[in-house]
């Protein structure tokens, strides 16, 4: 089981990609899906899921493309997995829902993985995507 899916990787990768060009003209779907072995069309995919959840602009026009909406200082690790892949869980149940399993009040195991859940929750909406510049410039 992978907790960040592949598809979450290459939203990493295009968002670094997009980090290290800031500042410059905004950069094709296609430069950007070429220069970091990502397939075109799911490129497209993941930059509209970025837009959307306002981690990158998209520019329009002959000279149009994709940059970062925001400073990499303000764009959280966590934010991109969810735009990517939903919700972060280690398990459904975790998240507090007694639909999902009506032993939750009394189960072990879920009061041992929600401290996994924090841990991995507090990881993530701590990494910046300028820390992850920070290890390429380095």
Same mark, same amino acid.
Do not use: W
């Given at each position: 089981? #992978?907790?960040?899916?592949?598809?979450?990787?290459?939203?990493?990768?295009?968002?670094?990609?997009?980090?290290?060009?800031?500042?410059?003209?905004?950069? *094709?779907?296609?430069?950007?899906?070429?220069?970091?072995?990502?397939?075109?069309?799911?490129?497209?995919?993941?930059?509209?899921?970025?837009?959307?959840?306002? %981690?990158?602009?998209?520019?329009?026009?002959?000279?149009?493309?994709? *940059?970062?909406?925001? #400073?990499?200082?303000?764009?959280?690790?966590?934010?991109?997995?969810?735009?990517?892949?939903?919700?972060?869980?280690?398990?459904?149940?975790? %998240?507090?829902? *007694?639909?999902?399993?009506?032993?939750?009040?009394?189960?072990?195991?879920?009061?041992?993985?929600?401290? %996994?859940?924090?841990?991995?929750?507090?990881?993530?909406?701590? %990494?910046?995507?300028?820390?992850?510049?920070?290890?390429?410039?380095?």
């Amino acid at each position: 089981m #992978d907790i960040i899916r592949q598809d979450t990787d290459y939203a990493m990768r295009a968002l670094v990609h997009l980090g290290l060009h800031r500042g410059g003209e905004p950069i *094709s779907a296609k430069v950007l899906a070429n220069k970091e072995d990502i397939p075109e069309d799911f490129a497209y995919k993941l930059l509209r899921h970025l837009a959307k959840a306002g %981690l990158v602009e998209s520019h329009m026009g002959i000279q149009g493309g994709f *940059s970062l909406a925001r #400073d990499p200082e303000n764009i959280l690790f966590l934010e991109v997995v969810q735009a990517v892949q939903g919700p972060v869980t280690v398990r459904k149940c975790i %998240l507090g829902k *007694s639909e999902a399993c009506p032993r939750y009040d009394t189960c072990p195991v879920s009061a041992k993985l929600s401290d %996994l859940q924090e841990t991995v929750t507090e990881f993530m909406s701590k %990494l910046t995507l300028a820390k992850v510049l920070e290890a390429v410039d380095s």
